[in-house]
Nanobody, 123 residues
Framework: QVQLVESGGGLVQAGGSLRLSCAVS????????MGWYRQAPGKQRELVAA???????NYADSVKGRFTISRDNAKNTKYLQMNSLKPEDTAVYFC?????????????????WGQGTQVTVSS
């Protein structure tokens, strides 16, 4: 089994910073792209940032220049450094990973999600 375990959410004042972590555990052949999504109440889940296995990144326009996604391949962990937080960043943040596994001798790719971590930014 594969699990994505997130940590680092919490309550912070506007202008503050938080760092989210997402650790991948279990039977993994390789980890391809990884991403952070968020979902605010009454809104659809949206992509915040993504990073490929080679380290290429992309960000939602709303977080460019404030958030930084990174990964430590040796630890199967990725991070989201969030600076200059705004009340509109308040949401549940979800970790996503596209993972290649060997099942019955065949390599397949699967998408996995973490359980979500709450980020609340007060004004």
């Amino acid at each position: 089994q594969v699990q994505l375990v997130e940590s680092g959410g919490g309550l912070v004042q506007a202008g503050g910073s938080l760092r989210l972590s997402c650790a991948v555990s279990g039977s993994v052949f390789s980890i391809n792209a990884m991403g952070w999504y968020r979902q605010a109440p009454g809104k659809q889940r949206e992509l915040v940032a993504a990073i490929t296995s080679a380290g290429s990144t992309n960000y939602a326009d709303s977080v460019k220049g404030r958030f930084t996604i990174s990964r430590d391949n040796a630890k199967n962990t990725k991070y989201l450094q969030m600076n200059s937080l705004k009340p509109e960043d308040t949401a549940v943040y979800f970790c996503n990973a596209n993972i290649r596994r060997v099942v019955a001798g065949i390599q397949r790719e699967y998408d996995y999600w973490g359980q979500g971590t709450q980020v609340t930014v007060s004004s």
